[in-house]
């Protein structure tokens, strides 16, 4: 599958900037997209990737890493293939390159570890300066 992440830049600390991730070319004989969740991962410079948010399949549930909870929103629209990071009340911390990425396994759990996900898109740069 492709993943093809967009909306990074640069913000003033306190403004807010939505993340897209589309999803293509994953097929097989009962694959949808809504049956896969989807998470979004950053690494900022000399730091290891961390998790950020995630939904499980169909994005019935999501979960957040402490440090985003209350500003960062995750959703996903299955017609389109694409899941969204809404980012608010953005802090110069926030700064990293964002990556979307897709479970490999459909389950009914919200996945925070980087093993479960085998698809990966490239990376959008958010800057939050203050």
């Known amino acids: 599958v492709q993943l093809q992440a967009s909306g990074g830049g640069l913000v003033q600390a306190g403004g807010s900037l939505r993340l897209s991730c589309a999803a293509s070319?994953?097929?097989?004989?009962?694959?949808?997209?809504?049956?896969?969740?989807m998470g979004w991962f950053r690494q900022a410079p000399g730091t290891e990737r961390e998790f950020v948010a995630a939904d499980n399949w169909s994005g019935g549930n999501t979960y957040y890493r402490d440090s985003v909870k209350g500003r960062f929103t995750i959703s996903r629209d299955n017609a389109k293939n694409t899941v969204y990071l809404q980012m608010n009340a953005l802090k110069p911390e926030d700064t990293a390159v964002y990556y979307c990425?897709?479970?490999?396994?459909?389950?009914?759990?919200?996945?925070?570890?980087?093993?479960?996900?085998?698809?990966w898109g490239q990376g959008t740069l958010v800057t939050v300066s203050s």
């Open positions: 070319g994953r097929t097989f004989s009962g694959y949808t997209f809504s049956g896969y969740g």
């Open positions: 990425a897709q479970v490999s396994v459909r389950s009914y759990t919200v996945a925070t570890d980087a093993r479960s996900y085998g698809y």
